[in-house]
């Protein structure tokens, strides 16, 4: 009884080892993942600056007020995006 009990715990690792080795992300996959990473942080800066410049030039004295506070506001947003994509994949 104690042999089979043994062969049924080597089986169940061996199983598990097999679904491990199966499910392990390749090296394409964890490109792909850290590269949209990277873009839906740093799309919302860029946008926040494209559009706070945008907003400064408007004005007819030199200001980079909207510029700046739309760069934070899209890094705030940039990193709550980092925070939920991570967050729904995990």
């Known amino acids: 009884m104690n ?3 043994l062969k ?3 089986e169940k690792q061996a199983r598990r080892m097999k679904q491990a080795e199966h499910d392990q992300p ?4 964890q490109t792909v993942f850290l590269g949209t990473l990277g ?3 740093v799309l919302p800066i860029v ?3 494209y559009l706070g410049h945008w907003l400064d030039s408007r004005l007819d004295y030199y200001s980079v007020r909207w510029t700046l506070s739309l760069i934070m506001l899209g890094v705030a947003i940039g990193a709550l995006n980092v925070y939920f994509f991570i967050a729904e994949r995990h």
């Open 3 to 5: 042999n089979d009990h």
């Open 8 to 10: 049924s715990q080597i």
């Open 26 to 29: 390749t090296l394409i996959a």
């Open 39 to 41: 873009l839906i942080l």
């Open 47 to 49: 946008v926040g600056a």
